[in-house]
Structures are given as structure tokens and as C-alpha cells.
């Protein structure tokens, strides 16, 4: 599945948020959100944001995060209906709004922003227009949580067969080395 160089950018933003500032598991280790200083450093490197994102901003992001997980979670398990709720209360309250924008040298793009034109609600608009439009767009199974065990980072699937499910290659990794381990000590190599 491809999609557009923006829509990519506002799912890896999504996932990049959501696995950066959301409590759980991440890869065989509990993971806990971080908080203060360090919120602030986790979303700049989760939005490769600049120098003057205040913490306010920061902690609106980590909220946003935290609706957007329950957005992945709902769509893993075949909750259709609960995560688009989820979207379209975001929606409504950051005020997405489509804009056409343009950096010097660049073709036209359609741009979310919300009503606030702040940074965390134009990322949070962003965002939930992003999984709005693969959930509309009959993509829902392209979002996913890590099929690991003790790990639930979320993804998105851009993988021609649709058959990703795992949030990493180390976390593929340890599931197939689990399973070799495990067909060796019954014997079974087949």
C-alpha cells in the first residue's frame, strides 16, 4: 500500500507519537511514557520537531497519543465503529480543516490544520485526518498493534501483501527464534 509523501508522513508521525508517549510494552520490556523534559525531547524526535516546543504543547501531543492508540487497539480488534468514534470526537475538537500549502519549489499539498493553528493541535489535526482517511478509505486493516509477545507498539502496514505483524524486525525476530526454540526442544525441525 502506498501512500501519498504527506499521508506517510502524518501515519509515521501517528505511530511515531503513539509508540513514544504512550504507556505498554515495547519489545519484551515494560515501557513507561515520558514525562516533563523528557516528554518534550520524545515528541522532537517523534515529529523531528525544532528548538521551542514548550511543554504545554508536549503534554496536548501525549493526550493525542493516547486517543490515538485507542484507535489502533479498536482497529486490531475488529472494532470498526470504536475507533472511528475515537477519530471523529479528535477531529471535532482539534478542528481539522484542509488547506492547500506549498513549500517554494514544491507541488501544492492538501494540508490538515486545526482551528487553533497551534503546533500540538495542527499535529493532533494532522493525525486524525491521516487515520480517518485509511479508515474511510478501507485501509483499517493496514493499522496494527505488534503481534509480539510483551509488545504493543502500534504500525502501519505498507507492505504490498498486507501481511505485516510486528512494529519491528527485532520483535519479528523474536517471535521466529521463539518458535525455532521451541520446534527444537519437541524435536520437531520440520
Same mark, same amino acid.
Request: glycine share 12%; aromatic share 4%.
Given at each position: ?21 504512550? +504507556?505498554? *510494552? ?32 508536549? +503534554? ?25 468514534? &475515537? ?5 471535532? *475538537?482539534?478542528?481539522?480543516? #484542509?488547506?492547500?500549502?506549498?513549500? #517554494? ?16 493541535? $495542527? ?14 478509505? +478501507?485501509? &483499517? ?6 503481534? &509480539? #509477545? ?10 504490498? $501483501? ?7 524486525? #527485532? ?7 521463539? &518458535? ?11
Amino acid at each position: 500500500m502506498l501512500f501519498d509523501s504527506h499521508m506517510r508522513i502524518l501515519l509515521d508521525a501517528s505511530v511515531a507519537l503513539v509508540n513514544a508517549l504512550t +504507556d505498554g *510494552e515495547a519489545r519484551g520490556r515494560r515501557h513507561t511514557a515520558p514525562e516533563g523534559a523528557e516528554r518534550v525531547g520524545a515528541v522532537r524526535a517523534a515529529l523531528a520537531a525544532g528548538e521551542g516546543l514548550e511543554l504545554g504543547e508536549a +503534554d496536548r501531543l501525549a493526550g493525542t497519543a493516547r486517543v490515538l492508540r485507542t484507535v489502533f487497539e479498536a482497529v486490531a480488534a475488529d472494532r470498526l465503529d470504536d475507533a472511528a468514534r &475515537a477519530l471523529n470526537a479528535l477531529l471535532r *475538537e482539534t478542528g481539522a480543516r #484542509p488547506q492547500l500549502d506549498r513549500t #517554494p519549489g514544491e507541488p501544492w499539498q492538501v494540508h490538515f490544520h486545526g482551528g487553533a493553528d497551534s503546533y500540538a493541535v $495542527n499535529w493532533s489535526a494532522g493525525c486524525a485526518t491521516g487515520l480517518a482517511m485509511v479508515l474511510g478509505g +478501507d485501509h &483499517a486493516g493496514r493499522l496494527g498493534v505488534c503481534g &509480539a #509477545p510483551h509488545c504493543d507498539r502500534v504500525y502501519v502496514d505498507t507492505s504490498r $501483501n498486507a501481511g505485516r505483524q510486528f512494529c519491528s524486525t #527485532p520483535c519479528q525476530n523474536r517471535v521466529k527464534a521463539a &518458535a525455532f526454540r521451541a520446534r527444537r526442544g519437541t524435536g520437531d525441525d520440520a
